[in-house]
């Protein structure tokens, strides 16, 4: 372990706002990535799903 | 001795939609945890454990998430230009619907090393951006991957999205050897490269193996999030056939339980 406290770990030797910035925004993208197809995924179904209903209504 | 034919049956089902997508279904919780697993290992120890630059201080540690984007940014694009020749040679489909699903990763992996570069940049260099070959190349990339997704929705036709794609995606990879060389035919302020085949790195192993996972994890993470998008593009290409008829039914007979 490099830090003697979490406000060290947080404070990354006066470099805390650099480094949070940059994997915060690491995390965006990468969860981006994932919610994108997902949401996608879930349009699409839904829309199947609705065609479906329309096609089979009584 | 009896020469026996080469066996192309694998990279005839490879290109077969319904074969790839029961195949891609089966490794995506394998992915998936794989990615989780590497990424978890690699931050931890990059950030808690990892020691600091000795000029850098702690923002060095930007490195774990830097190196993997700019890798996989320019992974991703040799990929994309290697199912383009696939696409145009052999016709297969299904390589261009991986080069239209691997380019909006990649474009969102070249921002990341963009903005990563930019803000360790500041603290390192004392400047957000330079007009660097390195960086100018990479910006160039991004262009290109946004010109790749671009020309694929401008065109309607399938088969010409397709061929228009793939040429681009072919053209462009001579930015690859410009980007990978910049730092070596210019002179710039961007270091070189961490990882060589040749040569041992330049830090300490505490310093580069939590590199190799993070590394690792984000190429895992490309196959991860490239599957997704694959198969539900596969969905909806092959919506007339039978077996897309099934799989949407089963999909949504699964979701109407739940």
Same mark, same amino acid.
């Given at each position: 372990?490099?830090?003697?406290?979490?406000? #060290?770990?947080?404070?990354?030797?006066?470099?805390?706002? $650099?480094?949070?910035?940059? $994997?915060?925004?690491?995390?965006?993208?990468?969860?981006? =990535?994932?919610?994108?197809?997902?949401?996608?995924?879930?349009? $699409?179904?839904?829309? #199947?799903?609705?065609?479906?209903?329309? #096609? =089979?209504?009584? | 001795?009896?020469?026996?034919?080469?066996?192309?049956?694998?990279?005839?089902? /490879?290109?077969?939609?319904?074969?790839?997508?029961?195949?891609?279904?089966?490794?995506?919780?394998?992915?998936?945890?794989?990615?989780?697993?590497?990424?978890?290992?690699?931050? &931890?120890? %990059?950030?808690?454990?990892?020691?600091?630059?000795?000029?850098?201080?702690?923002?060095?540690?930007?490195?774990?998430?830097?190196?993997?984007?700019? +890798?996989?940014?320019?992974?991703?694009?040799?990929?994309?230009? &290697? *199912?383009?020749? !696939?696409?145009? &040679?052999?016709? +297969?489909?299904?390589?261009?619907?991986?080069?239209?699903?691997?380019?909006?990763? %990649?474009?969102?992996?070249?921002?990341?090393?963009? *903005?990563?570069?930019?803000?360790?940049?500041?603290?390192?260099?004392?400047?957000?951006?330079?007009?660097?070959?390195?960086?100018?190349?990479?910006?160039?990339?991004?262009?290109?991957?946004?010109?790749?997704?671009?020309?694929?929705? *401008?065109?309607?036709?399938?088969?010409?999205?397709?061929?228009?794609?793939? &040429?681009?995606?072919?053209?462009?990879?001579?930015?690859?050897?410009?980007?990978?060389?910049? !730092?070596?035919?210019?002179?710039?302020?961007?270091? %070189?490269?961490?990882?060589?085949?040749?040569?041992?790195?330049? +830090?300490?192993?505490?310093?580069? /193996?939590?590199?190799?996972?993070? %590394? /690792?994890?984000?190429? @895992?993470?490309?196959?991860?999030?490239?599957?997704?998008?694959?198969?539900?593009?596969?969905?909806?290409?092959? @919506?007339?056939?039978?077996? !897309?008829?099934?799989?949407?039914?089963?999909?949504?007979?699964?979701?109407?339980?739940?």
């Amino acid at each position: 372990m490099m830090f003697a406290s979490w406000s #060290e770990f947080f404070a990354m030797g006066h470099h805390g706002l $650099y480094v949070w910035s940059a $994997y915060g925004l690491c995390a965006l993208v990468l969860g981006v =990535n994932v919610l994108g197809p997902w949401r996608a995924r879930r349009r $699409y179904l839904q829309a #199947e799903a609705r065609r479906w209903r329309q #096609e =089979n209504r009584p | 001795m009896k020469k026996r034919p080469l066996d192309w049956a694998w990279f005839h089902r /490879l290109g077969s939609p319904k074969w790839f997508y029961g195949f891609s279904g089966r490794c995506l919780p394998w992915l998936c945890g794989t990615t989780v697993l590497l990424l978890a290992i690699g931050v &931890v120890w %990059g950030l808690l454990f990892a020691p600091p630059d000795y000029q850098q201080g702690h923002s060095f540690r930007i490195i774990y998430i830097h190196v993997p984007a700019a +890798m996989l940014a320019q992974s991703a694009y040799v990929l994309m230009a &290697v *199912a383009g020749v !696939v696409g145009l &040679v052999w016709k +297969m489909k299904i390589a261009d619907v991986l080069l239209q699903c691997a380019a909006p990763v %990649g474009a969102t992996m070249t921002a990341l090393a963009l *903005a990563t570069g930019a803000i360790w940049g500041k603290p390192t260099w004392g400047s957000w951006w330079v007009w660097d070959a390195r960086l100018t190349s990479m910006l160039i990339l991004l262009f290109l991957y946004l010109g790749v997704i671009a020309l694929g929705s *401008a065109i309607g036709n399938r088969d010409s999205a397709a061929k228009a794609r793939a &040429v681009l995606a072919i053209v462009g990879v001579i930015n690859i050897p410009i980007i990978k060389y910049s !730092v070596e035919w210019w002179n710039t302020l961007h270091q %070189g490269a961490t990882f060589t085949l040749t040569e041992k790195p330049a +830090m300490p192993a505490e310093m580069w /193996l939590p590199l190799l996972f993070t %590394g /690792l994890g984000f190429y @895992a993470f490309f196959g991860l999030v490239l599957l997704l998008r694959m198969r539900l593009e596969l969905l909806k290409r092959e @919506a007339r056939s039978r077996w !897309v008829q099934d799989e949407v039914a089963a999909l949504l007979a699964r979701g109407a339980r739940q």
